[in-house]
Structure formats: C-alpha cells, structure tokens
C-alpha cells in the first residue's frame, strides 16, 4: 500500500498547456503539501493545504492552482505552462505541521 | 528567515570509512529538525525527527545528534547501498512547511 501516490510519474508537455498532476494520501494525515525540486535538487514548498484549506502560498505564479477536493487529495493545477516548469513535483503529507512529511515518489515535468 | 544549511555538499566514502554529515540551522524556535534520506528518482524517505539538544536516533549504520545550532548524521562503517543525498529539513515557525537544506550527496565506493 503505497502512502502517498501522486500521477503521473512523468508527463511531457509542450509550452502554453494546462496539465493536472493527482496525488492522494492514505495516512489520514490532516495537512498535505506540494514541494518543486529544481534541477539543482533543491525542495521548496509550493502549497500547504490543512484541512482542505490553504494555509500557506509561496511566491508562486497564480498559473499554478491547488485544489483538494477532499482531505485526502492534493492535485496541482498548472495553466499556460513554461519552459521554466520543468522540475520534478512532489506531493507531501504530515499528522500537522510539527511532524515529519511523507513524500510521493515524484512527477517530472518537462515542458518543450 | 529560517534557513538551513548542510555541508559538504558532496562526500565520497570508501566502503567501511565512517564520516558525518553536518545540518546548521536558524529558527526562532526549534520544533523539531528531520532528516531525509533521497535516491534518485524516487521521493523523500523519511529517517529521524529529533526535537531537543542532546536527542540521538540510530537506524542500523546511520545516527542523527542535535544540538542547540546543528545536527550531526553519523554513518558508521557505510557501505555501497547507503549512497543517496541525506536532506535535513525543519518547519516554519507557525506555518504549514519544512525549510529543507541543498542536502549532501554521499556515494560509498566498494
């Protein structure tokens, strides 16, 4: 039973496309997160979402759009996407906000 | 601004060789710090959560210390199988995420 599944594992996509990536938790954790790794293998958080409800939003583009339809589930909505989406997606999820994150096995997007 | 910051950046062990791995932190208010474990392709997988100075936790040939500024990931006798990037990670103070370090790339060579 895998704890944190997100789809797809890779996804190819040309420039100005919308694409969704899923992910879903079977922890029955309370919070979930997205993290983007760039191609120096550095993780920054994208979204947090507690309870079905946003909780934090970094400076991210607004093209780039959560939506949890329940507290299970964390999708990643990205609208008229760019070269500089390429990076590997990482869906999360923790108990709350002081515990430790398990993370998804990772979505490569690359845009062309 | 929490910042996290993991030295070296890179290690390259022989079989056998023990070394540490070094996580220096800011916060205002330690709540725990967590260290990660990432090969590659694959996500995250977690290994400790250490909440007070003086905390250790072992896991066969890996041990994290704290203290009141770094963490220490001790890998005693390493063998090829341990070569990954180990990530050391705390949350935010008061907001839903982990501030992770650039991590450390260990490869253990036979």
């Known amino acids: 039973d895998t704890a944190v599944s997100q789809t797809p594992k890779y996804l190819v996509t040309q420039m100005g496309n919308d694409k969704s990536i899923k992910c879903e938790q079977n922890?029955?954790?309370?919070?979930m997160y997205w993290y983007k790794q760039d191609s120096k293998k550095f993780l920054k958080i994208m979204f947090s979402?507690?309870?079905?409800?946003?909780?934090i939003n970094e400076t991210v583009p607004n093209r780039f759009s959560p939506k949890s339809p329940d507290k299970a589930h964390l999708n990643l909505h990205i609208n008229s996407l760019e070269l500089g989406d390429s990076a590997v997606y990482f869906c999360?999820?923790?108990?709350?906000?002081?515990?430790?994150?398990?993370f998804g096995q990772g979505t490569r997007l690359t845009v062309v | 601004e929490d910042q996290v910051t993991q030295s070296p950046e890179a290690l390259r062990l022989q079989e056998g060789e023990s070394s540490s791995l070094n996580c220096s932190y800011t916060?205002?208010?330690?709540?725990?710090l967590f260290w990660y474990r990432q090969d590659p392709g694959k996500g995250p997988e977690f290994l400790f959560t250490l909440y007070s100075a003086g905390e250790e936790k072992e896991k066969e040939r890996l041990k994290a210390t704290l203290t009141k500024k770094e963490s220490f990931l001790h890998i005693t006798a390493p063998k090829p199988e341990d070569s990954a990037t180990y990530l050391c990670a705390v949350p935010g103070a008061g907001s839903y995420q982990l501030t992770f370090g650039k991590g450390t790339k260990l490869s253990v060579i036979p």
């Open positions: 922890l029955g954790h309370d919070t």
């Open positions: 916060v205002s208010g330690l709540r725990g």
């Open positions: 999360a999820s923790s108990l709350d906000s002081y515990t430790e994150a398990f």
């Open positions: 979402y507690n309870n079905k409800e946003l909780i």
